[in-house]
């Protein structure tokens, strides 16, 4: 079992829609939680993080955890053509950051 | 401006000659790792430094050496590529050992090996 899974998607979804994106992991010790965003072409970029469970907001951007599930999410509202990218789940454990394998986002106007 | 600065962008190279991928951040990091990305696998961590000199191994490190003979350097050597190497390579950098800061990507490396 990998310690992070991602739906690698793609996912398709019209402008201003509301957006689900979500992981789960293996090992209940971990306490952070990150979301990169990478445009095509790009490295990651750092987009929200959360500490152990609940919800953080951020704009248009609500990242959610729930530890007893093991379950994070990325909710995007009012998504917008420039959301288009591939967003990846992150976890830092054991020296390294555990990515997901990154969900493909398409935002279509 | 702060950045990570891979050098080359894109390369193509035959099997068994040896190349160097550079990686250069300015931001006096301690952490430095690279990464290969491959469709369906995602983000693989193939080596680390935590500082100079301290080096080790991540997730898929064969074939594969790296050095840190200065804070802000930590190039990627492939001594003899092999096909199997074809990838996107992304160096990366970070405040502090303990990742739970944002880690800064270079630009990425498009290796290719015929």
């Known amino acids: 079992q990998k310690e992070v899974e991602q739906d690698p998607g793609p996912l398709s979804v019209p402008e201003g829609a509301i957006v689900s994106l979500n992981c789960t992991y293996s090992?209940?010790?971990?306490?952070?939680f990150m979301w990169y965003r990478q445009y095509s072409r790009k490295g990651p970029e750092l987009l929200m993080y959360?500490?152990?469970?609940g919800n953080k907001e951020d704009g248009r951007f609500t990242a959610q955890v729930d530890k007893s599930s093991k379950y994070i999410s990325l909710f995007i509202r009012d998504s917008q053509p420039s959301d288009s990218a591939t967003y990846l789940c992150?976890?830092?454990?054991?020296?390294?950051?555990?990515f997901g394998q990154g969900t493909e986002l398409s935002v279509k106007p | 401006e702060a950045q990570v600065t891979q050098n080359p962008r894109y390369l193509i190279t035959v099997t068994g000659k040896k190349l160097t991928v550079t990686c250069s951040q300015n931001?006096?990091?301690?952490?430095m790792s690279w990464y290969r990305q491959d469709p369906g696998l995602g983000l693989r961590q193939i080596y680390y430094?935590?500082?100079?000199?301290?080096?080790d191994k991540g997730d898929v490190p064969e074939g594969y050496k790296v050095s840190r003979k200065e804070k802000r350097n930590f190039p990627l050597i492939l001594e003899s590529p092999s096909p199997n190497q074809t990838s996107l390579y992304f160096c990366?950098?970070?405040?502090?050992?303990?990742?739970?800061?944002?880690?800064?990507f270079g630009q990425g490396t498009r290796l290719t090996v015929v």
């Open positions: 090992n209940s010790a971990f306490q952070y």
């Open positions: 992150a976890i830092p454990g054991g020296g390294k950051l555990i």
């Open positions: 959360t500490y152990s469970s």
């Open positions: 990366a950098s970070s405040f502090t050992q303990d990742l739970n800061t944002e880690a800064f």
């Open positions: 931001m006096n990091h301690e952490y």
């Open positions: 430094s935590m500082n100079v000199e301290v080096t």
